[in-house]
T-cell receptor, first 112, second 111 residues
């Protein structure tokens, strides 16, 4: 398996623009997680899905953030409108049941 | 509220030494504990997962222990190599399988 795939790897956008991050989990995994990592706050769980259903989105910063998982092989994290404080590395991870989480390479987002 | 602490924040040792990284957590009601490695600018790689009923796990030169009653885990690295240089993070899973993260220990192995 190719592991968790994320795109794009880097995104630079201007404040106010819409940003969409994409994730393809490992085939057969039933959990998918979106994290954000910054120097100041470390790793933060934003939202996670089980069998394509959002289970806990309490980590989503505000209404500007939304996530979807239309099927078992694809998820998106959208920020609209983006702000400079959203600049971070966004990771997607997947797992089978409650076993190890496997992380993607991350998307480095810069909002100017 | 669960809190995870990793001390020290940074560690530099000569190549070949054995070393121990520490992780402590405040609530012993955990589902499992994972150790991860993160290289600069890269994602996280899972190293070891210890279920709450287990005491330790081993993989190659790595050995992780878990003492739930004292809220501690250690990651032991034997015969360290420059390629072991990275940030090591521990994370505990609560009953909802959500991971609560430590801030990490940045390890530098000097050749």
């Amino acid at each position: 398996d190719a592991g968790v795939i994320q795109s794009p790897r880097h995104e630079v956008t201007e404040m106010g623009q819409e940003v969409t991050l994409r994730c393809k989990p490992i085939s057969g995994h039933d959990y998918l997680f979106w994290y954000r990592q910054t120097m100041m706050r470390g790793l933060e769980l934003l939202i996670y899905f089980n069998n394509n259903v959002p289970i806990d989105d309490s980590g989503m910063p505000e209404d500007r953030f939304s996530a979807k998982m239309p099927n078992a092989s694809f998820s998106t994290l959208k920020i609209q409108p983006s702000e400079p404080r959203d600049s971070a590395v966004y990771f997607c991870a997947s797992s089978f049941a409650t076993y190890e989480q496997y992380f993607g390479p991350g998307t480095r987002l810069t909002v100017t | 509220k669960q809190e995870v602490t990793q001390i020290p924040a940074a560690l530099s040792v000569p190549e070949g030494e054995n070393l121990v990284l520490n992780c402590s957590f405040t609530d012993s009601a955990i589902y499992n504990l994972q150790w991860f490695r993160q290289d600069p600018g890269k994602g996280l790689t899972s190293l070891l997962l210890i279920q709450s009923s287990q005491r330790e796990q081993t993989s190659g030169r790595l050995n992780a222990s878990l003492d739930k009653s004292s809220g501690r885990s250690t990651l032991y690295i034997a015969a360290s190599q420059p390629g072991d240089s990275a940030t090591y993070l521990c994370a505990v899973a609560d009953s909802n399988y959500q991971l609560i993260w430590g801030a990490g220990t940045k390890l530098i192995i000097k050749p």
